[in-house]
């Protein structure tokens, strides 16, 4: 059975950093491409941020240099540092393990960027 466990959401003010943790298990993770995605109310899903099984990484324009993702093969866990917070990246940030045809979610967890 496959899972993928976020953790690190939370209120945070204008400015403020946060870094969100997914852990997977029954997958072989090192073979996957590692992404985040967050969807705020009213918009669709969207990809924020990925890293291959090579360790390169992508990012959407509106986070770069922001937000930066990594992943402990050996932990089976990815993480997304995100700094410089701003109200616009408020949404439930969701963890996806990618592999060919093979595409599994978390159940997400709520970032809010708020004074």
């Known amino acids: 059975q496959v899972q993928l466990v976020e953790s690190g959401g939370g209120l945070v003010q204008p400015g403020g950093s946060l870094r969100l943790s997914c852990v997977a298990s029954g997958i072989i993770f090192p073979w996957y491409t590692m992404n985040w995605y967050r969807q705020a109310p009213g918009k669709q899903r969207e990809l924020v941020a990925a890293v291959t099984n090579g360790r390169s990484t992508n990012y959407v324009d509106s986070v770069k240099g922001r937000f930066t993702i990594s992943r402990d093969n050996a932990k089976r866990t990815i993480y997304l540092q995100m700094n410089s917070l701003k109200p616009e990246d408020t949404a439930v940030y969701y963890c996806?393990?990618?592999?060919?045809?093979?595409?599994?979610w978390g159940q997400g967890t709520q970032v809010t960027v708020s004074s």
């Open positions: 996806n393990a990618e592999l060919s045809r093979q595409n599994y």
